[in-house]
């Protein structure tokens, strides 16, 4: 007889190997016709133009990291609300346990509106596109020379 692990062990292998024959099954049946057409990059119906590799704005990853954490604390706040109101621990312990748990959802949302707070202030929040920095470089050589070397290759 199996263990409940042994049985969970069970439907994984089942599981993976249903995929893989699957899959295999597939690779067998499909037909494998590349050509040029579909071998490009899709981007959304559009065809691509330029470099893949652009450099973003930080505040995009800002905005999704502050997303996320919002996203995590409500994953926290469901299991609490459910064990919150239990009246057997709230009987049991005189009615300290709702107040156990009141104030250490008050202390949990606190830091994180003190966190939102952190971002709101240092303007991570602001949806403003820096200003570009023009670096400035000392050098001997004079910048008509840049000019024309700019206007040869252009």
Known sequence: MLSDFGIILLFIITGLAFVGLILF???????????????????????????????FNIRFYVVAIIFVLFDVELVFLFPW???????????ETDGLWGWLALTEMVV???????????????????????????????????????EKVNQKYK
Do not use: C, H
């Not at 099954?25 to 016709?33: E, T, W």
């Not at 050509?35 to 559009?46: A, R």
């Not at 609300?81 to 009987?91: D, S």
């Open 81 to 91: 609300a459910t064990v919150f109101g239990q009246k057997t621990l709230i009987e």
């Open 108 to 146: 949990f949302v606190a830091l994180l509106a003190l966190g939102l707070a952190y971002a709101w202030v240092k303007g991570f929040l602001d949806w403003v596109k820096p200003e570009p920095k023009i670096p400035e470089v000392k050098t001997s050589v004079p910048a008509s020379l840049y």
């Open 25 to 55: 099954v597939g690779g067998l049946l499909r037909p494998n016709r590349p050509n040029i057409e579909k071998l490009t990059t899709y981007e959304s119906g559009e065809e691509p133009v330029g470099n893949a590799n652009v450099q």
